[in-house]
């Protein structure tokens, strides 16, 4: 299977900042990645797919980039509400889709 | 109003079985594949299951392979997954997820349901 690694596993950051986290996969998997966010208790959501796509209906703060086996997600302006774990997943292998481990932002 | 509503999880002993439905609502269930994803008590994601929009070809993560079973019933808009055998590590929160894709599977997932807690113990 193909291991996904997030850093850092948990930030702390502050609302305004831009937060940047990373994804990395252990073998090309082009584009086929995909950004999650969850918060406590409830389901994950779609952020973002194929590495750079915002899914319809999520703010424009958040983008995707990269390719192959590097990838990040950025927050361009923290708000309240982004404080959440989030996950990304490759779809590159199917079957065997993984899951990063997930990266905790906190309130600074 | 478009969701996915999980139903029929609960506490079993190790080696018991439990089916688990997902009623699907305000989008054309039959045009799309489905997954099962759960989430062990503090954990991250894990992949279980899907099935093809029509439920001719289904799909298993190697954890559950031989032990759950994932299905539909497209004329009652619902999902469903069996699953005996089982063990402690199987607990976990389980959600139903909507394929991105229409027909083609895209394997990610754009709509999710609340999920049902699923607990093996003894």
């Known amino acids: 299977d193909i291991q996904m690694t997030q850093s850092p596993s948990s930030l702390s950051a502050s609302v305004g900042d831009r937060v940047t986290i990373t994804c990395r996969a252990s073998?090309?998997?082009?584009?086929?990645l995909n950004w999650y966010q969850q918060k406590p208790g409830k389901a994950p959501k779609l952020l973002i797919y194929a590495a750079s796509s915002l899914q319809s209906g999520v703010p424009s703060r958040f983008s995707g980039s990269g390719s192959g086996t590097d990838f990040t997600l950025t927050i361009s302006s923290l708000q309240p509400e982004d404080f959440a774990t989030y996950y990304c997943q490759q779809s590159y292998s199917t079957p065997s889709i993984t899951f990063g481990q997930g990266t905790r932002l906190e309130i600074k | 109003q478009v969701q996915l509503v999980e139903s029929g999880g609960g506490v079993v002993q190790p080696g018991g079985s439990l089916r688990l439905s997902c009623a699907a609502s305000g989008f054309t269930f039959s045009s799309y594949g489905m997954h099962w994803v759960r989430q062990a008590p503090g954990k991250g994601l894990e992949w279980v299951a899907f099935i093809r929009y029509d439920g001719s070809n289904k799909y298993y993560a190697d954890s559950v392979k031989g032990r759950f079973t994932i299905s539909r019933d497209n004329s009652k808009n619902t999902l469903y997954l069996q699953m005996n055998s089982l063990r402690a590590e199987d607990t976990a929160v389980y959600y139903c997820a909507k394929d991105r894709g229409s027909f083609y599977a895209d394997w990610y997932f754009d709509l999710w349901g609340r999920g049902t807690l699923v607990t093996v113990s003894s």
């Open positions: 073998q090309s998997i082009s584009s086929y």
